[in-house]
């Protein structure tokens, strides 16, 4: 069965600092992969998806990255982070079929708490 | 861009009561997907919708596609203690990412 896995849970950082947060997916191969950013009390906001190695795609404008090494490694960066980068941070994957790639409903993993002081 | 309302924003209700929440879309949908969220926790797959009219039960939970193509329900029968959470919508149309509402934070009084 497939499983994802984020890390760390958490995560405390001061203004200014990098981050790498880290998601890997076990038992597919090839999936769609997400980073959403959720704040307290609302909605999940799509931040990047990848539809294979090397490609992103960004969705929204900000001060972060991200990259994918591997096939099923996703990994979100920052070289300098903001006050406002704080949240609730979720990677996702889905599978993809041979004519309809995003018709796969998505697979979240538990989510990196990350607090910016 | 794509918008999506979900509605209630929350709700409180007492156990066994059902609980109905819905969310409609600005633009036609080929899929909806309905997903719940427990404190500190991702998101989890409730039901997958991919057929406007489709009817799709998932124990006590019941979500329909609805006929315009444009709105989604969800349907909680008898609720429990347990079903305590935050209930995402999510959609989407072509090939284009899943767009997810606000949710519904909904609260079971024992």
């Known amino acids: 069965s497939q499983t994802i896995h984020q890390w760390p849970a958490t995560l405390v950082q001061p203004v200014g600092s990098p981050l790498s947060l880290e998601c890997t997916v076990e038992?597919?191969?090839?999936?769609?992969l997400y980073w959403y950013r959720q704040a307290a009390g609302r909605g999940l906001q799509l931040l990047f998806y990848?539809?294979?190695?090397?490609?992103i795609s960004s969705e929204v404008p900000q001060n972060l990255s991200a990259s994918r090494p591997q096939d099923r490694q996703f990994i979100l960066s920052s070289k300098k982070l903001l006050l406002s980068d704080s949240g609730f941070y979720l990677c996702a994957w889905s599978g993809k079929l041979q004519v309809k790639a995003w018709s796969q409903p998505q697979h979240f993993g538990d989510g990196t708490r990350l607090s910016i002081l | 861009g794509q918008q999506l309302n979900q509605s209630p924003q929350s709700m409180f209700i007492q156990e066994g009561e059902d609980v109905s929440m819905n969310c409609t879309s600005s633009?036609?949908?080929?899929?909806w997907l309905w997903y719940k969220q427990d404190p500190g926790e991702g998101p989890v797959l409730l039901i997958a919708?991919?057929?406007?009219?489709e009817l799709t039960s998932n124990g006590r939970l019941t979500a329909q596609f609805g006929i315009t193509r444009k709105d989604s329900f969800l349907n909680i029968s008898a609720s429990i203690p347990s079903d305590v959470g935050i209930y995402f919508c999510a959609g989407r149309s072509g090939n284009t990412p899943l767009v997810f509402g606000k949710g519904t934070r909904l609260s079971v009084i024992a």
């Open positions: 990848s539809v294979g190695i090397g490609q």
């Open positions: 038992g597919t191969s090839n999936p769609n």
């Open positions: 919708l991919y057929k406007a009219g």
């Open positions: 633009s036609i949908f080929n899929t």
